[in-house]
């Protein structure tokens, strides 16, 4: 498999987990989103570990990348977020698999083994909050902020986070302007005014420390 995540200790942790398998083990390790685009065209790994949070290219646009240029590779999606709510983009996303990084050694191992059979593999408390979003849904009972684009939600969560216009773009790579017109978009849709009400909506609702699913 190939692992990617931006901290060295967890890329150690994970090499250590599937070390004790005699069926799985570490082919390459990238630090971000565009390390894995480039091992990938240099290495063929049945299964991708990679985390949701990321420097240079976040785990969800990567995982997007990967479903062109690789449609058949599994991809697990591993993050630190509290919600559920990041198991819900990361399907819809195309992840074979959504797990938190707290998890038990053996939840991971099976969820390698599963998803490189083709299968997809959901904890059991994933599938819950699946099927209270289904629910939700079709209720029309979504919270604001999960009826935003990926982009927006992640100028959301940068916003939130305290970031500036000009930061927002440089690690979105993108320009002012158009992070000016997701944060437009983002105000219109959650029927808020100002960024101090984005970042106290960000607060309570845990969105802060995902850094824009781009960092940790």
């Given amino acids: 498999m190939l692992i990617a995540d931006d901290h060295a200790i967890i890329r150690s ?3 250590q987990i ?7 083990r570490v082919e390459a390790e990238a630090r971000n ?29 990567t995982l997007k990348l990967i479903r062109k240029e690789h449609p058949q590779l599994p991809v697990i999606m591993l993050s630190m977020h509290e919600e559920a709510f990041y198991a819900v983009r990361s399907l819809k996303a195309g992840a074979a698999a959504y797990l938190r990084k707290h998890v038990a050694a053996e939840q991971l ?34 919270r604001p902020h999960e009826k935003l684009s990926d982009r927006e939600y992640q100028t959301l969560c940068l916003i939130a986070s305290g970031h500036t216009l000009t930061e927002i773009a440089a690690q979105m790579k993108l320009s002012v302007k158009t ?32 850094s824009g699913v781009t960092a940790d």
């Fill in 18 to 24: 599937v070390q004790e398998t005699s069926d799985i």
């Fill in 179 to 210: 992070v000016s017109v997701y944060r437009a978009r983002v105000l219109d849709k959650m029927k808020l005014r100002t960024n101090a009400e984005l970042t106290y909506y960000g607060l309570k609702h845990g969105l802060v420390t995902c």
């Fill in 109 to 142: 191992i099976d969820a390698i083994r599963i998803v490189s059979q083709g299968k997809r593999y959901v904890s059991p408390e994933v599938a819950e909050y699946l099927a209270d979003a289904v629910v939700s849904e079709q209720d029309g009972d979504k």
């Fill in 33 to 61: 989103g565009v390390e894995v685009m480039q091992l990938l065209r240099q290495n063929s790994p049945d299964v991708v570990v990679m985390d949701i949070s990321m420097p240079e290219r976040n785990g969800l646009d």
């Fill in 13 to 15: 942790g994970l090499r």
